[in-house]
C-alpha cells in the first residue's frame, strides 16, 4: 500500500484555525502530537503544553492569521520527539481550489486519486466529460478525457482516450492504483484505435473511425466494431506502457441479454457495453485489476497482474452467452448491478469481488449466487457488529418480465456465504438504497430503500427513513454518519424528530450521482468531498472543522475502503464502507495487515 504523509491540513474556524492530521495504523496507540505554528521567517513555536493522545486534531485561537501562517506536527513517544511533518498554509477560503483545464464544451466527472510520483501525497485524476450517454440512448459523444494534477493545481498529463471510446459512466471505468507495489500509482482503462498517451503518443491507428453515424439507427453513436484494448498506462508521465486485447470482445453483441432488469436483450449495443471496473488483492500481496462486462445476463471478469513491466492474466470469470428465453443459463447470469465492490468476505486474506447479487471468489469461481438478479445500490461493511463478518445491502429491480420472480426489493445477506439475513418488498422495483449508522439507538447500521422506511441491522422498521439514498459521509465530530446529497449538502439525520439537519454546504457541480469524489483524502479519518466550483472552471477540496476525540488511523489504511475509493467512479458511485463496524458504540478497529511501499 502507498506510503503517506501526515496529510496536515488547517482551514478557518470561528474565530481560529482548525488543524488535523493522519494517524497511521502501523503506529502505537500511545503515540502522542505536538502541533507548532509557524509565522513567516519567524521561529516556529509549539502550541499544545502536552502531547495529544486523543483526537488527532486542535484549535489554534491565537489569532493573527496571515498569508505566511504555517503549522506542522511532530510525534512523540516516551518524551522523544519524531520529525516534522510537512508545513502547510491554511486554507484561507475554507475549501482548497484550484483552476482545471477544461478541453471546449467539456466539464469535470469523476476523479480519482492516488500517489503517483511516490512522494507520500495524492494527485488527482480527473474525467472530463462532454455529452455524455447511457447505454440505452443514441448519440455521438466527447472523447473521453483523463487529466492528472498536484493538489496546487499543477497540470501533470493529458490521456485522450479518442473518438472510438464511447463516454458515459458505464463505458468509461478508470483505475488509479499502485498495481505492483512500487509506490507509485498506475492507470488501467479500456482503449482504442486512436487513445493519445500523456506523452502523446497514439494507440493504433489514429485515421480510424468507427461509431455509427447512422442518425436514424438505433445504432448512432455506438461503437460495435474494430478492436478493443486494454492500456497500463505510467502515472507520473501518462504515458503507455503496455497494451492488450480487451477480454472479453462485445461479440456476440446480442448474447448478453438475461433475467436481470427487465429481463429483455438487444442487438444494438445497450447491454453488450456495461462496463465495470475494480482493484483486488486476489493473491493476498499484491493487487490485480479487474475489467468487467456485462450486468443484466453475461458476467465476464477478466483479472489482470501488472509485475515487472508485464501485464499477465490471471483468471477469466464467464457465465456464459445467453439467449432468450434465458433458460438453463449459469445461476450467475443478470445477477450484476450498476456497481460493484471488494472485500475479504470470507476471511481469508484474499479478496473477492462482490457484484451485486453475486460473488465471485479470489481464484476466479464463483463463490456463490443469491439468485437476487439486477440491481442499482449495494454496501457491504460490518454493518450487523453482534453477529460475525460482513453483511451487503442491495436494492433489486423488479419490472416489466421479471415482476414474476418476486424478487425482494431489498435484502441484507450474509456476505460470505449469500443467505439472507432479512428481506422485504417481493416483485416491488426498488431504485435506490442507502446503509449507514445514522441512529445511536439501534446497534449497527440502518438501511433504507423501498417501502417500510427505516429499518435496523435486523431488518425492523424503526421510522421513517431519510429522503437521501445517495452518499454517507463521516464529516461531524461523533461516529454516526452524516449525509451528502447531489448539491454538496451535508446533513445530520435528527432521529428524534426523523428529518436532516443541514450542517454543512459545498456548492458546487458534482459528478451526476453525487460528488466529483469523496472519502478520507487529507487530515484526519474524516471525510473530504471535491466538488467542481459552481462555474465548473476549478475543484474545490471541502474538508471538515468540527473537532472530534474519537481516535482513528486513516481510513485509507482500511484496505477496503482504500479499494473503495479505486472503485468509486464505476458506472453509479456509491459512498466508500470500512471493512470493520465504524459507528456508534465501535471497538476499536482491528489494526489492518499491510505493507507499506519502501518498508
Known amino acids: ?63 493573527g492569521i496571515t498569508d505566511a501562517t504555517k503549522y506542522f506536527v511532530r510525534s512523540t513517544i516516551d518524551g522523544i520527539e519524531g520529525n516534522a511533518s510537512k508545513a502547510v498554509n491554511v486554507w484561507r477560503k475554507g475549501y482548497l481550489e484550484f483552476p482545471i483545464r477544461l478541453a471546449e464544451g467539456y466539464r469535470a466527472g469523476d476523479c480519482s486519486i492516488a500517489d503517483l510520483d511516490g512522494d507520500g501525497q495524492y494527485e488527482i485524476v480527473v474525467h ?18 483523463l487529466d492528472a494534477y498536484e493538489f496546487d493545481g499543477t497540470h501533470i ?14 463505458y468509461t471505468q478508470f483505475m488509479v492504483y499502485d498495481l505492483d507495489g512500487d509506490g507509485k500509482a498506475e492507470i488501467a482503462c479500456k482503449t482504442a484505435d486512436g487513445t493519445i498517451d500523456g506523452m502523446g503518443m497514439v494507440i493504433g491507428d489514429a485515421t480510424v473511425d468507427y ?6 439507427s438505433r445504432r448512432f453513436g455506438r461503437i460495435l466494431d474494430g478492436p478493443e484494448f486494454f492500456t497500463i498506462f505510467d502515472g507520473e508521465s501518462g504515458a503507455a506502457l503496455k497494451t492488450v486485447d480487451y477480454v472479453p470482445s462485445r461479440y456476440p453483441i446480442d448474447g448478453w441479454g438475461g433475467v436481470g432488469g427487465n429481463g429483455g436483450n438487444d442487438s444494438y449495443g445497450n447491454r453488450c457495453d456495461r462496463f465495470l471496473a475494480c482493484v483486488a488483492y486476489l493473491d493476498g500481496q499484491l493487487p490485480s485489476v479487474v475489467m468487467c462486462r456485462g450486468v443484466y445476463g453475461r458476467i465476464v471478469m477478466a483479472a489482470w497482474d501488472w509485475r515487472d513491466n508485464e501485464l499477465t492474466q490471471r483468471w477469466v470469470f464467464d457465465s456464459g452467452i445467453a439467449y432468450p428465453p434465458f433458460n438453463g443459463v449459469s445461476e450467475y447470469s443478470g445477477m450484476g448491478g450498476h456497481s460493484l465492490s471488494v472485500a475479504d468476505v470470507d476471511a481469508d486474506s484474499r479478496d473477492e469481488i462482490v457484484y451485486q447479487a453475486m460473488v465471485v471468489d479470489d481464484d476466479g469461481k464463483g463463490l456463490y449466487s443469491t439468485g437476487l438478479r439486477h440491481g442499482d445500490a449495494m454496501h457491504i461493511s460490518d454493518m450487523n457488529p453482534e453477529r ?43 431504485g435506490a438504497g442507502l446503509a449507514a449508522d445514522i441512529d445511536p439507538r439501534h446497534p449497527g447500521f440502518e438501511a433504507w430503500g423501498g417501502p417500510g422506511g427505516l429499518r435496523n441491522a435486523s431488518g425492523e422498521s424503526v421510522g421513517r427513513a431519510p429522503r437521501n439514498t445517495g452518499y454517507a459521509i463521516w464529516w461531524d465530530g461523533d461516529l454516526l454518519r452524516e449525509l451528502i ?20 454546504n459545498a456548492p458546487g457541480r458534482g459528478a451526476p450521482r453525487g460528488p466529483n469524489l469523496m472519502g478520507d483524502i487529507i487530515g484526519d479519518w474524516r471525510e473530504e468531498i471535491i466538488m ?16 472530534t476525540e474519537h481516535r482513528l488511523y486513516t481510513l485509507m489504511q482500511d484496505p477496503q475502503y482504500r479499494l473503495s475509493i479505486a472503485w468509486q467512479n464505476v458506472a453509479y458511485n456509491k459512498p466508500p464502507h470500512t471493512s470493520f ?12 495487515a499491510i505493507h507499506i511501499a519502501g518498508e
Open 1 to 63: 500500500m502507498e506510503r503517506l504523509d501526515r496529510g496536515v491540513v488547517a482551514v478557518p474556524s470561528g474565530e481560529g484555525v482548525f488543524i488535523s492530521w493522519r494517524l497511521f495504523s502501523t503506529e502505537r496507540q500511545m503515540i502522542g502530537f505536538h502541533v507548532f505554528r509557524q509565522d513567516g521567517e519567524r521561529d516556529p513555536r509549539r502550541l499544545t503544553a502536552q502531547p495529544l493522545t486523543a483526537g488527532t486534531n486542535f484549535f489554534d485561537s491565537s489569532g
Open 581 to 592: 463496524f465504524l459507528g456508534h458504540n465501535m471497538a476499536a478497529p482491528p489494526i489492518p
Open 211 to 216: 461509431r455509427n453515424h447512422d442518425a436514424g
Open 388 to 430: 460475525p463478518g460482513l453483511e451487503v445491502f442491495t436494492v433489486q429491480e423488479n419490472e416489466e418480465a421479471t415482476v414474476r420472480f418476486k424478487t425482494p426489493g431489498a435484502a441484507m445477506r450474509d456476505a460470505a456465504t449469500g443467505e439472507l439475513l432479512w428481506s422485504h418488498s417481493p416483485g416491488v422495483d426498488v
Open 128 to 145: 472530463q466529460v462532454k455529452n455524455p450517454k447511457d447505454n440505452s440512448h443514441t448519440g455521438i459523444t466527447g472523447s473521453p478525457i
Open 157 to 170: 498529463w493529458r490521456i485522450d482516450l479518442g473518438i472510438n471510446i464511447r463516454d458515459g459512466e458505464h
Open 532 to 547: 467542481a466550483s459552481p462555474d465548473g472552471q476549478s475543484l474545490r477540496v471541502y474538508t471538515t472543522s468540527f473537532p
Open 485 to 504: 446529497d447531489r448539491g454538496g449538502r451535508v446533513t445530520k439525520w435528527d432521529w428524534e424528530a426523523e428529518q436532516e439537519r443541514p450542517i454543512f
